[in-house]
């Protein structure tokens, strides 16, 4: 296909923006320049099998600091949410290098209903608690859950918990 050549490349980020609004001053490529506000409402996210029927987001820059005030993505009766902050770097390009921390909740009663590739289809419910963090150019991760009876294919439902460590050299 010509995808690859035209237009968007093949996985991109796709979807319906609703609501765009956006007030912002600063240098382009000077992150810690901005004094910003966005707030967005998208549908239909998609990206390869993600999938998220409703993303609403609002986001300030200022003072060298960038904050997720809020972030809800939702699929049915799922939904997850996002908040957090990040230092601005002094040039575009160092995006992903600086400090920031995350915090991560979802409420998922509809595990079948989300989309993913996983090699058995998922069944029952689930809640994820937890933080994300940039530090040092290391991505570091800690997840909490719980739920059940979850199934994952044909084979029997149980209760489940535990947590999930993980990192990253950015």
Same mark, same amino acid.
């Given at each position: 296909?010509?995808? *690859?050549?035209?237009?968007?490349?093949?996985?991109?980020?796709?979807?319906?923006?609703?609501?765009?609004? !956006?007030?912002?001053?600063?240098?382009?490529?000077?992150?810690?320049?901005?004094?910003?506000? &966005?707030?967005?409402?998208?549908?239909?996210?998609?990206?390869?099998? &993600?999938?998220?029927?409703?993303?609403?987001?609002?986001?300030? %820059?200022?003072? @060298?600091?960038?904050?997720?005030?809020?972030?809800?993505?939702?699929? *049915?009766?799922?939904?997850?949410?996002?908040? *957090? %902050?990040?230092?601005?770097?002094?040039?575009?390009?160092?995006? @992903?290098?600086?400090? %920031?921390?995350?915090?991560?909740?979802?409420?998922?009663?509809?595990?079948?209903?989300?989309?993913?590739?996983?090699?058995?289809?998922?069944? @029952?419910?689930?809640?994820?608690?937890?933080?994300?963090?940039?530090?040092?150019?290391?991505?570091?991760?800690?997840? !909490?859950?719980?739920?059940?009876?979850?199934?994952?294919?044909?084979?029997?439902?149980?209760?489940? !918990? @535990?947590?999930?460590? %993980?990192?990253?050299?950015?």
């Amino acid at each position: 296909t010509l995808r *690859g050549y035209l237009g968007r490349p093949p996985g991109f980020l796709t979807g319906d923006v609703q609501h765009l609004a !956006s007030t912002s001053d600063g240098v382009i490529d000077a992150p810690r320049t901005w004094n910003e506000t &966005l707030e967005a409402q998208i549908s239909n996210l998609r990206q390869e099998s &993600l999938f998220f029927e409703r993303c609403v987001l609002k986001v300030a %820059a200022r003072d @060298g600091m960038a904050v997720l005030e809020s972030g809800e993505a939702t699929t *049915g009766l799922n939904k997850i949410q996002l908040k *957090g %902050a990040a230092e601005l770097p002094e040039h575009i390009r160092y995006f @992903g290098q600086s400090p %920031a921390r995350f915090e991560i909740s979802a409420v998922l009663p509809d595990l079948q209903s989300i989309p993913a590739r996983f090699p058995q289809p998922l069944t @029952g419910t689930a809640t994820v608690n937890g933080r994300a963090e940039i530090k040092d150019d290391i991505l570091r991760a800690d997840l !909490s859950f719980s739920g059940g009876p979850i199934g994952v294919g044909n084979g029997p439902a149980a209760p489940v !918990s @535990g947590t999930r460590e %993980a990192s990253n050299q950015m």
